[in-house]
């Protein structure tokens, strides 16, 4: 069987069956990063539900295709030169697993949501770059994506974006953009 790439562009991934199913849930992926709102909604199923949004802001605590878009934007609010490689793709029935790079570089303030969706701490900008594996675990029925966990390597992430271990300065810089974190929420 000849082999047909399963993407094109910068990402293409070779497999010897096309699978759409595949296809949807790597696209969902790579489309946190460079997607528009349209992609989105004709990506994501409109039940769909992001287990990680519970350290995200409000809007991305809900469900289906503006729930994800939240998601992106909330990531790249902080994060410019985002991308995930993708190193290994597991696929049985509606279930696709991604062994995944995810890196970037921090130009603006990370902020993590308590379970009230308030601000609850926040990172300011470094200007470092980061690479840290992660595992997707993504569900796909009918050719959109509707649900999705992970498995990240927060604490490498915070290491080379120079979060931990924090500084007096770093600390300092945390509490004001935690406060501005607060006040925007509040205002919103």
């Given at each position: 069987?000849?082999?047909?790439?399963?993407?094109?562009?910068?990402?293409?991934?070779?497999?010897?069956?096309?699978?759409?199913?595949?296809?949807?849930?790597?696209?969902?992926?790579?489309?946190?990063?460079?997607?528009?709102?349209?992609?989105?909604?004709?990506?994501?199923?409109?039940?769909?539900?992001?287990?990680?949004?519970?350290?995200?802001?409000?809007?991305?605590?809900?469900r289906g295709p503006a729930a994800y878009w939240a998601s992106a934007l909330w990531l790249r609010?902080?994060?410019?030169?985002?991308?995930?490689?993708?190193?290994?793709?597991?696929?049985?029935?509606?279930?696709?697993?991604?062994?995944?790079?995810?890196?970037?570089?921090?130009?603006?303030?990370?902020?993590?949501?308590?379970?009230?969706?308030?601000?609850?701490?926040?990172?300011?900008?470094?200007?470092?770059?980061?690479?840290?594996?992660?595992?997707?675990?993504?569900?796909?029925?009918?050719?959109?994506?509707?649900?999705?966990?992970?498995?990240?390597?927060?604490?490498?992430q915070a290491t080379q974006l120079g979060w931990v271990p924090p500084t007096p300065a770093f600390?300092?810089?945390?509490?004001?953009?935690?406060?501005?974190?607060?006040r925007a929420t509040a205002s919103s």
């Open positions: 069987m000849e082999e047909q790439p399963l993407l094109t562009g910068r990402h293409a991934i070779m497999t010897h069956t096309h699978s759409g199913t595949r296809e949807v849930a790597v696209r969902c992926i790579q489309m946190m990063a460079d997607g528009d709102r349209t992609e989105f909604d004709a990506l994501v199923h409109p039940d769909a539900v992001n287990h990680e949004g519970k350290a995200e802001p409000a809007a991305a605590r809900t609010n902080a994060f410019t030169e985002l991308s995930w490689e993708i190193h290994e793709i597991v696929a049985t029935g509606d279930l696709v697993v991604l062994h995944t790079t995810m890196s970037g570089r921090q130009t603006g303030p990370f902020i993590v949501y308590d379970d009230d969706a308030r601000p609850a701490q926040a990172f300011p900008p470094t200007g470092r770059t980061f690479a840290v594996t992660q595992t997707h675990w993504c569900r796909v029925v009918d050719g959109l994506m509707i649900e999705h966990w992970a498995n990240r390597d927060d604490l490498g600390l300092v810089r945390s509490q004001l953009a935690l406060r501005r974190a607060r």
